[in-house]
């Protein structure tokens, strides 16, 4: 069945009635893949900038996360806006504003300038995040090529940051190291173009007024709760700031939460969350960043630390992840009126479980073709999971709401990821410690800093003459391939309980969902019988 969005539309809906949509998903496509290896590729640059700019510490931590804490604090913001001003129009101020900002980054003079210019990114990025899936949405009307799309749509964005190694790794071979912005700006220019002629303009047409009390408490809460996530992974719980961010993070967003149950026109509308299916598939996805993002991690020290390879080959070597979730895209689909969406969401889930188990199982020798299909299981599972599950997302909130729902979802992914990090990086890092056995012979200093990482057990072992050197240095690769053991089994549970859950939480959720009425409330799944 066919359903049209022409209560949220202010220029029709030829985008999602003939060839045109194809090329929104295109453009979306590209604009959401350019986030994701912006994401991840920075951390490749860094050594080469902080020869050029010489940060102290805590300015290259600015450099490094205020990109993440910007993003996240306004993407609830930005998608509300959208849904008010136009999505269309949003996102080209973001890709105009993005590919400025990149060119700003790109020939930065300073570590002031740098930290500036990735905060705008982090701006532009929270204003085309919600507006790609939100445009997709509105432009694939029949719900068949609909789930295709955003499935197609989200898995680029998402599968994008396993292509940040690749393109650092071949930019920073051959360029220096503001190359790695300086890219972004020709695609964003064809972005900017091609979306002015090509996307089409969809809008909440009765949005109401906006409540700019919430835009601070919405926009700070996240921020303190980012920063603390953030800064705990980092420098560990027992730091002061960690504590009081926290606390002032929670509080305002408490009282954030409480208003929006106040308001006619909420900034977050938590009658969403009333619809099982938009509530189930934003827990898959928080379960799926959080328990990933340690295979994310587990990967790049592997390769890069363990088997000591370049930051090109380690990114050519999960490259096969993002290539088997291209192919799984259309399968994703065609899987759902087979088997329904929770169990295809519940088979990715699984999937993903059992690649990050694998990785788990590798050695300090383990030959790079033992781990190819961990790699490719894993790009297949995520796909499946990210392509449903954004689907309904979408489709479970009214047409007029879409930048909001899409907001939603990009920032429970957000939280979810770093939290990942936070613990379950927390826990790879104590296995690592206690499962270390260095040989005798080593100085305090040299003991702490083999202890520190397994960056820093390699590099110890590195500096240090014949054979005790190599002794450090197989003792840290063993110690974290035994501490990856662990921590991977943690995770894969996780992704295995996940799996379950979405077998609970998504049960009944119809295979073909038809847009809720733009004006009504969100209507609630069939209750589990």
Known sequence: ???????????????????????????????????????????????SLSAQLAPSATQLLWIVDVYGFVLGGLLIVAGNIGDRIGRKKLLLLGVAGFGVASAVSAYADSPATLIAARALLGLAGATIMPSTLSLVRASFTDPKERTTAVGISGGVGAASFALGPVVGGLLLDHFWWGSVFLVNVPVMALVLVAGAVVLPETRNPRPGRLDWISVPLSVLGMFGVIYAIKTAARDGVAEPSVWIAAGIGAALLGV?????????????????????????????????MFAASVLSLGFSLYFQVVRGWSPLTAGLAVLPGPLAAAVTAPAAAGLIPLIGRARTVAAGLFLMGLSTMGLGLSTPHTAYWALLPVVIINGAGLMLTFAVTADTILASAPSTRTGAAAAISETAMELGGALGIAILGSVLSAYYRSDLKLPAGLTAVQRGAARESVSGGVETGLRLPGALGRQVADAARQGFTDSLHTTTLIGGSLMVLGAVAALITLKDVPAVLNDPEPDAEPVPAPAVG
């Open 1 to 47: 069945m066919t359903t049209t969005t022409k209560h949220d539309t202010t220029g029709g809906t030829a985008g999602g009635q003939n060839g045109r949509r194809w090329a929104v998903l295109a453009i979306c496509s590209v604009a959401s893949a350019l986030l994701g290896i912006d994401n991840s590729v920075l951390n490749y640059a860094v050594p």
């Open 256 to 288: 954030f939460l409480h208003r929006q149950t106040t308001l006619q026109e909420p900034l977050l509308d938590l009658r969403l969350f009333r619809n099982r299916a938009f509530s189930g598939a934003i827990s898959a996805n928080v379960v799926t």
